[in-house]
Nanobody
Framework: QVQLVESGGDLVQAGGSLRLSCAAS????????MGWYRQAPGKQREVVAS???????NYADSVKGRFTISGDDAKNTVYLQMNSLKPEDTAVYYC???????????????WGQGTQVTVSS
């Protein structure tokens, strides 16, 4: 079994900062990619940022220059540093991982339970 546990969501004023964390645990052989998605009320889930095992990162245009994704291999943990937050960043943020539990299996996709980020104006 694999678990992704997120933390760090909170209520913050516009212009403020938050740092989200997501720790992957369980039967993990290798992690290909970890990332963050978000879903605002009435909207579809969208990708925010991702990082590969090689350290390559990608960001949604809406967060470039404000958000930074990073990872800790030893802890199987990914972080999302969010600066200059805007009310439109308000959403439930979900951690996502594409990983293998054994060497002979293709990577599977796993999700965390979500953490609420609310940015007040």
């Amino acid at each position: 079994q694999v678990q992704l546990v997120e933390s760090g969501g909170d209520l913050v004023q516009a212009g403020g900062s938050l740092r989200l964390s997501c720790a992957a645990s369980g039967s993990i052989f290798s992690i290909n990619t970890m990332g963050w998605y978000r879903q605002a009320p009435g909207k579809q889930r969208e990708v925010v940022a991702s990082i590969t095992s090689g350290g390559s990162t990608n960001y949604a245009d809406s967060v470039k220059g404000r958000f930074t994704i990073s990872g800790d291999d030893a802890k199987n943990t990914v972080y999302l540093q969010m600066n200059s937050l805007k009310p439109e960043d308000t959403a439930v943020y979900y951690c996502n991982a594409k990983l293998s539990t054994t060497w002979w299996r293709h990577p599977g996709e796993y999700w965390g339970q979500g953490t609420q980020v609310t940015v007040s104006s």
